[in-house]
């Protein structure tokens, strides 16, 4: 990266690691950090939100000016990275900023406007929302410095369940809504695409054709005999 793309800034990148994860996501991941000269900071731990906030916190105690997160599953490039630093330089009202990233399994991406299901695009500015990811994201550290600890909190639902439509608040939800309360704002670029690693598992139809399915179409496979209606299915590639 060029001193005059990173003069306003002093920039690390930020990323949890599991016990195990995807040998090529790590690769892909590695080189794009590689392409820019950013320092990778890392931590390991059961506990997303606690290996987080550590991290954070130790990257605000060197003096760090902007974080980029990166989530283990994220397919980037050193160009994202620089799109959105260079968003940051340029727009001072925005206090973080995440690349646009598909939710696993799913047609839309991983943010919320609060009150909306969908809306209008520009083509060309980043858009403001309420929540987002940490799958590629630009994190102005003094605005995160003068929050409230705990910066991570999982909160249970109804009863207190767990299940999806509970009500819980996961750990990055919890740090969105925190984030916005203290004032912060959050946008999402379209313009800057990441990708998501996802699972798929290929299987033959009843035509001997290979489809592949999210793994939660093949268990309704399994338990109807039927491929959901529904389910996203690509062709199988010629070359494999």
């Given at each position: 990266m060029s001193e005059e793309q990173t003069k306003e800034f002093k920039v690390?990148?930020?990323?949890?690691?599991?016990?195990?994860?995807?040998?090529?996501?790590?690769?892909?991941?590695?080189?794009?950090?590689?392409?820019?000269?950013?320092?990778?900071?890392?931590?390991?731990?059961?506990?997303?939100?606690?290996?987080?906030?550590?991290?954070?916190t130790?990257?605000?105690?060197?003096?760090?000016?902007?974080a980029i997160?990166?989530?283990?599953?994220?397919?980037?490039?050193?160009?994202?990275?620089?799109?959105?630093?260079?968003?940051?330089?340029?727009?001072?009202?925005?206090?973080?900023?995440?690349?646009?990233?598909a939710k696993r399994g799913c047609h839309y991406p991983l943010m919320t406007i609060q009150g909306q299901t969908s809306t209008d695009w520009d083509?060309?500015?980043?858009?403001?929302?309420?929540?987002?990811?940490?799958?590629?994201?630009?994190?102005?550290l003094d605005k995160l410095a003068k929050m409230p600890k705990p910066w991570f909190w999982s909160t249970p639902g109804t009863d207190g369940e767990?299940?999806?439509?509970?009500?819980?608040?996961?750990d990055d939800i919890y740090f969105w809504k925190s984030w916005k309360a203290a004032g912060n704002s959050a946008y999402v670029d379209p313009l800057t695409r990441i990708g998501h690693m996802e699972e798929t598992i290929a299987?033959?139809?009843?035509?001997?054709?290979?489809r592949h399915l999210y793994p939660k179409a093949w268990s309704e496979l399994i338990e109807t005999g039927k491929f959901p209606s529904d389910a996203n299915t690509v062709e199988a590639a010629s070359d494999v």
């Open positions: 690390c990148a930020l990323m949890t690691l599991g016990r195990y994860r995807n040998t090529r996501a790590q690769l892909v991941i590695e080189q794009a950090i590689r392409s820019v000269g950013l320092p990778l900071h890392t931590a390991e731990g059961v506990f997303y939100g606690q290996c987080m906030q550590r991290l954070f130790r990257a605000i105690d060197q003096g760090i000016d902007v997160t990166i989530d283990w599953d994220s397919f980037i490039t050193g160009q994202h990275i620089i799109q959105l630093l260079q968003i940051m330089a340029q727009r001072p009202d925005i206090d973080a900023l995440a690349a646009m990233q083509g060309r500015s980043p858009l403001q929302v309420d929540t987002m990811h940490f799958g590629c994201t630009a994190i102005r767990w299940e999806d439509d509970s009500g819980k608040i996961d299987v033959f139809d009843d035509g001997m054709k290979v």
